[in-house]
């Protein structure tokens, strides 16, 4: 009948209060007047004729859904047992249409989980782009006056609203997990460029590479890669008093690379790392949103390497990212993707 579909029946109607008594309509009697007390039809059901039956879908005690039956070929009125049968798939059609709305919602409901989750994690990421701006107005105060002060503010501010718009590109997307750009990084580049965008941050951090590690490549995504060395740099920064070392140090260990970065802030307990560290939404800073050293780590593993973290309270906090290299070969691609990266960060 893909020819009219059938129409909306409202709640309210007589139709569907026969139908929630779990009782099937035979159209053929009603039209006949045959069913005393049969409820008053839609015209458009009463009308046409290939219609036969009615007949409810309930799953457990709700009325899920109606079944609209077809004229039989063999015309014959219906018997107790026709009846019952006619029921039972009735049952079993509403048990299907609410596993379909079942899963609707849950779907929905994963979209929605991986939008929070994505939002989630763009705050905290805006949240570092705010602290740098910051950095950046306070600083602009001080040396409005310098030219070369003023050309790396223009840079900053251009590369920070690229960012943005990068976050706000990812949390359109509707993939999941990391987006798909997967080519060689050289590490040490990257690192460079982000020591400088922090060199104004008090205490300032500093960046020693090791001879094998100055064109060492990986293979990931380098805007995500950079996301998760601004993660623990920042982290670095927020745990450490004024005038106190940040270190980067950056070496090459048989086939991986191996990044570290030191602090001597505050330093975290057992405890804390091995139940609240890496779980998301907790923080012991102000204002903090707790996820910064959680996608940190996901990142690291996306990219097939791990995160690790060594501290004791008072003395400060290590964290060391070991990354595969490409082919297992430091020097793979390393002049030319360096000089790759460099063109980006000064386009950005």
Known sequence: MADRPPEALAMDTPLVAWLRQDRLL????????ELPGAPELPAWLAADRRYWLVLPAFNRDALAGVLLIGRSLVPRRLGWEDEELLKTLGRQVGSYVAESRGQSALEEARRFEEFNRRFAFILHDIKNLVSQLSLLARNAERHADNPEFRTDMVATLKESVGKMNALLSWLSQRAT??????????VASLLRLLVKSRAGAWPAPTLHVGDKADHAMVSGDAARLEQMFAHLLQNAIDASPAGTPIRFDVAVAGSELVVTLADRGHGMSARFIRQELFQPFTSTKAGGFGIGAYEAREIARAHGGRLDVASREGEGTSFTITLPLVGGNSAVGGAAGKAALLAEGEQA
């Not at 035979?26 to 007047?33: K, S």
Request: aromatic fraction near 0%; proline fraction near 17%; charged fraction near 30%.
């Open 177 to 186: 997990g990391l987006p798909a750009a997967d080519a060689p990084v050289p």
């Open 26 to 33: 035979d159209l053929e009697m009603v039209r006949d007047g």
